[in-house]
């Protein structure tokens, strides 16, 4: 049975950090790079929202459902996303990797793919787990060509799944890679993250 404790991994220039009430300015500017609140389908915390963001987070933590991390780019100090093991299942060997968002300067760079990478292998290689999920919203686009990316296998769409935080519903849409598929999906990662060093 997997127990995931908050824990330092790193690789690559970056390093996922625990979540701390210190690193909430740095969240706020991350996600004032590019105003990344006003995207409707994420939960992404706009001005204001941090601290409600931080006590959700904690909140999770303490009840065994999530594990929040910060991103922090290691060449500038700077925080650059937030992301998460969500919906952790002991029972089954499972957790999603979600709640995740990066500053827009650092879309489209290899900082996502250094984070599954960790992720990832921690979830299958340290933890043990059978199956890592990912989820969402029916209408983001650009985080589903993300997550097929990774090599992630879709496994359907919940209609009517969850409100977002404009009071609309989403639709959810569900990835999973599976613990026997995680060979493949990380020798697929670590080129694209070396295609990007060059």
């Known amino acids: 049975m997997i127990d995931p404790r908050p824990v330092v991994l790193e690789r690559s220039g970056i390093r996922l950090e625990p979540l701390t009430e210190e690193h909430l300015p740095g969240i706020g500017q991350t996600a004032a790079d590019g105003e990344l609140w006003k995207l409707w389908f994420t939960g992404v915390p706009g001005p204001g929202e941090v601290q409600r963001w931080y006590e959700l987070a904690m909140a999770g933590l303490r009840d065994g459902t999530r594990l929040p991390w910060i991103v922090r780019e290691l060449s500038t100090g700077r925080i650059v996303g937030s992301t998460s093991y969500h919906d952790i299942v002991p029972a089954v060997d499972r957790v ?16 996502n793919t250094t984070c599954k990478l960790l992720l990832l292998s921690h979830a299958f290689d340290t933890l043990g787990c059978k199956v890592v999920g990912l989820r969402t919203d029916n209408f983001n686009f650009r985080s589903q060509r993300a997550i097929e990316a990774l090599g992630a296998k879709k496994d359907g769409v919940i209609r009517h799944h969850q409100s977002r935080k404009d ?17 493949d999906v990380k020798r697929h990662l670590e080129l694209r993250l070396a295609r990007h060093r060059q």
């Open 96 to 111: 999603e990797i979600g709640y995740t968002f990066y500053a827009q300067s650092r879309q489209r760079t290899s900082v």
């Open 167 to 183: 009071g609309s519903v989403r639709d959810t849409v569900m990835y999973s890679i599976l613990a026997s598929e995680w060979p």
